[in-house]
């Protein structure tokens, strides 16, 4: 049986809109999905439109994937199972968006200082109703001419480092738990090692976690190694938390996964998704996709 707790959609830097995602969802036979897009629910929103749930579809479940600041890294803590319509959940985007739209004004400044004019109005354009991120610069400057491709232009401009690296102003990691909580849902530590923190850090990372009222680690995300699923979930016991998997799905492509995790074994371990499953969903053997 396959779940997805973390995917991407056109609402922010995914490929497929959010019915074509929940198309192939539906195709891969996953039983719960989660839309966790950055800084937004408005994919996960707009399936609920009448009309746009066909019979065999996943269980959908209320997600986000928001950015927060933690020990001057961007950590990203996924939002599950929220009511979205709660205060705390629209202060959350109103916040986020206003860090995104500053850092977007920002990026585009530095760009025009270079010498490439119309960059924000142009990456605005690109964006459309989506949040503004780099790959919006990235796809105008393409289109323009100023660059070869995508990797051109994070490679020279956008990337780690480079002049149009620009670091939002993301709220506090113990905020942004706060507003998930405050909403009703279960707030997940997002792919805890992808911030190459050493284990002292990451332990801490979580003891400031759990402070805020976090509750779950995400032990399988993406591809990723079993000797590393299984260092999340001693983790993941240690501080008592539920685990969540996710594929992190963006786009198909040669080295990403497509949406929808096996349930790896977990001696012991309370899932997410057995708050909406009522504890039907059993693990597969192997833990492979
Ligand atoms: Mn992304
Ligand atoms: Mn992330
Ligand atoms: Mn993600």
Known sequence: MLLDFHTHTTASDGALSPAQLLARARERQIALLAITDHD?????????????????????????????????TTVHVVGLGMDCEHPAMREAMDTLATARDERGRKIAQRLEALGFTGALAGAQARAGDSQLGRPDFA????????????????????????????????????????????????????????????????????????????????VL?????PDQVAQLARLAAEFDLEVSVGSDFHR????????GVAVPRLAGLRGVWERWSGGAVPFTEGGAR
């Open 252 to 259: 198909d492509g040669p080295y990403s996964v497509p949406p």
């Open 40 to 72: 937004t629910v408005a994919g996960y929103r707009s399936l609920l439109a009448p009309g746009e749930r066909r019979p065999g579809d996943p269980q959908l479940v209320a997600g986000t994937e928001l950015s927060c600041r933690w020990s001057g």
């Open 139 to 218: 796809a105008w400057m393409v289109a323009q001419g100023h660059v070869g491709d995508h990797n051109e232009a994070f490679d020279r401009y956008l990337g780690q480092g480079k002049t149009g690296d620009v670091k939002a102003f993301w709220p506090e990691l113990a905020t942004v738990t706060g507003w998930i909580v405050a909403a009703g849902g279960v707030a997940v530590i997002a792919h805890p090692l992808q911030y190459k923190f050493t284990r002292m850090k990451l332990r801490r990372l979580v003891t400031d976690f759990v402070a805020a009222g976090g509750r779950a680690l995400e």
């Open 221 to 225: 995300s993406g591809r990723q190694a």
